[in-house]
């Protein structure tokens, strides 16, 4: 069955360091979400990708689609304490199935 | 507008009890699905709806029964609770257009011990 992976499981920057987690799935995707969820909380949407190749950019953050739709990546520049939390890429084919990867759990060290 | 309302928000269960986690969502959406949240497992698929009347199974959909009666209510049932169900069951929400899905809106979790 479709699986998606997410590495690292975990990071610990410095405030003010990049921070990047990359999420590669078993399956040609036809989009891809990204979540954040903070500590005792619940996972909240931040983006949705869906062509190939596609790039886009909330402030500090920017998420990439790969060319062949199985893989993405979140990048934050210069992370704030604010960033804390997991951040989950979830992926979908046409079967209507949005499987989670793990997670990342970003931890910012003042 | 209360988005996605899960009920109850805790629950302590004896091994062998039946329990009905509650989902209910007021934005008219069509997709509904469950998920559970472990230690160092993210959230994994248990069962998902794309509609009144439809259900299917998701990654780990053993020992959970879903229904869709409604386009608002999407019920979650545990038969007969065994400790390994112990997690956060989270239900979301979206609309769906054509064969893409949207995004997600979750409720805030019931958090369930097995004992």
């Known amino acids: 069955g479709q699986q998606v992976m997410q590495i690292p499981q975990y990071q610990h920057v410095q405030e003010g360091e990049d921070f990047t987690t990359y999420c590669n799935s078993s399956t040609t995707l036809s989009n891809i979400q990204w979540y954040k969820q903070r500590p005792g909380g619940h996972p909240v949407f931040l983006i949705q990708l869906v062509k190939s190749g596609e790039v886009k950019k909330q402030k500090r953050l920017t998420f990439q689609f790969g060319e062949a739709k199985k893989n993405s990546s979140l990048h934050i520049t210069a992370t704030q304490t604010t960033d804390v939390g997991t951040y989950f890429c979830a992926g979908s084919n046409r079967d209507d199935k949005i499987i989670f990867g793990k997670g990342t759990r970003l931890h910012i060290l003042p | 507008n209360a988005g996605v309302t899960q009920t109850p928000k805790f629950q302590v269960l004896k091994t062998g009890q039946s329990m009905t986690l509650q989902c209910a969502q007021d934005?008219?959406?069509?997709?509904m699905s469950w998920y559970r949240q472990d230690p160092g497992m993210g959230l994994r698929l248990i069962h998902y709806s794309v509609g009144a009347g439809i259900t299917d199974q998701g990654e780990v959909p053993n020992g959970y029964n879903v229904s869709r009666s409604t386009t608002e209510d999407f019920p979650l049932r545990l038969l007969s609770a065994a400790p390994s169900q112990t997690s956060v069951y989270f239900c979301?929400?979206?609309?769906?257009?054509?064969?893409?899905?949207?995004?997600?809106?979750f409720g805030d979790g019931t958090r369930l011990s097995i004992l």
């Open positions: 979301a929400s979206s609309l769906r257009r054509g064969v893409s899905n949207q995004p997600q809106h």
């Open positions: 934005m008219n959406h069509e997709y």
